[in-house]
């Protein structure tokens, strides 16, 4: 499973790797300039595999990641391109590395005149402003930029209403570099190919915050490890494709508490197999508790998707604690799970006997319902049970302030950005400005996990923190939920960690509204259960 590092987190590994491996950080440029041409290499060479004729513009800042593009400069050179480079402040005030690497270029005048070399700040020169270029690359800021703003702390939950959010300034870009990235981008609208490296400047390597403008790369080729803010908020739009630089950083020194990516590998190796010819109840014990039936609403559907996610996904014994008017209903949905009625008793030992519960797809919202939520999440029974707790078992848990008094030790909570307001009171527009901060504070501070459902979905659960890149837009209806809740329910009981249970739904489900999105438009929860089948297939038999 490939590591995801926040900026500080990348810090530290370059940091690591120059103190314990004794690497010098020119010798990490040199690998990033190098390893970057083949990759664009890979992708562009001609015939004879080179870059011939190909007209390049490098826009270098005076970091790290102005390094990393004169370095690049002079493989391309080598590999037959031609190219112009603009750095974008004196060389005096380069960084000692990038200085360096410039005087090497430099060498190249005397050689070649494929290589021109600018210096500008504000204004670019016109014979750059008017030829046109098969790329663009973006060496201006890397990892190096962050935004200072601090998301709020969670310590402010309790009663009071979400607050409502209001940017604090972030430090916006000088002028200089702002005029970069809009040239970087006119150069892109006139058609030239945009490759950043690194980071698309501007985008905050951790949250992918854009306060200022940024580049919007077609290809981000990211050094060492993957960075968080490529996945996240608008870093997502402006990477365009992903393509990842191995510059020799080792994998041992990412931090192990840093975030990974699911992914078909990871689903494939944990993925609970049915052995042939074992007993039912040896494959999963799984109780739902869901569903609600008036004479006004019902919301029985809730029920029967997330238990027939939970059957499809292969749990061998699926009972759902729903009312007894909706039993008629639950038989001819789901003719394979037991029922039970919604009655505490029977629910309190049901809860014995199962190896995972979830609670919440349907309840209700009504006092009487909310009452039956924080009862059943306050039995002994379920403190140490795997648990999946989703929808208006959110909502009560929200309105009735139980967050801080839940004693549920391996429970997982599954909220979309909203229900997540509710529970931290915290706004929504804050959370989705610094999704990762908010999910890995919570898990700090609470003893079960989070499921923070979105582009991408993230987890963290028994110490372990993913981040689920596998889901379509087309997943954001009504229904899907439920799936996702049947689906982390079934897995867990059958063996799988919650923390596990949660990255390995969350991918398939990605994967199956994916699957069901080829053949239809708009994509229904129940689509997505139909999917399953060919996911499990392809999952079991990889082409
Ligand atoms: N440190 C290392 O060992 C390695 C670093 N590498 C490269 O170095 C980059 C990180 O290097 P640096 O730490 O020098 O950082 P960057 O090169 O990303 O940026 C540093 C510059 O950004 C400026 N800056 C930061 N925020 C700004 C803002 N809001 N407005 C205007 N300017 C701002 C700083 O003043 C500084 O001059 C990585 O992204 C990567 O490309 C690679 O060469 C591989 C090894
Ligand atoms: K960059």
New binding site residues.
Partial sequence: MQSVLTAEEM?EA??E??IKLRVT?RQ??EL?GKEACNILLEKFADADGKLAGKRFLIVS????????GIVLARHLINAGATVDLIHLCEESQL?PDGAATLKTLKQYLIHTDKIRVFEADEFFPEVVLKTRYDFAVDAV??????SAKQPKSLTQTGVEPPQKFEAEPR????EV?KNAVLFINAKKKEGAYVVA???PTGTD?TSGAVPDVAVEADLTIT??FLKTGLFLGEGRRHAGEIALAD?SIPDFLAKPSACKLTDENFVRRILPERAAGSAKHQNGKVLIVAGSQGAAQSMMGAAIMSVRAALASGAGYVCAAVPESAFNLMHQAAPEAILISQDMTQIAEKIEWADAVAVGCGLGRSPEQMNFAAKLLSLPALQKKKTIIDADALFAIAELSLLDSLQLSDAILTPHVKELERLIRISAQEIESERLFYVKEFAKRYAFGLLLKGSPTLIAANEKLFLCNSGTAALATAGTGDVLSGLIVSFAAQGLSTADAAAAAAYIHGLAGSFAGKSVNRISATDVINSLVPVFNYLENPA
Avoid: Q, W
Avoid at 171 to 174: F, G, I, K, R, T
């Fill in positions: 810090r370059d940091y790797s120059v950080e990490l440029m990033a800042g005076k970091g790290n990641n102005g390094g990393d960084k800021l890397g990892t190096g930029y962050r430090p916006a870009l000088s570099i490296l690194d980071m390597g050094l060492a510059i």
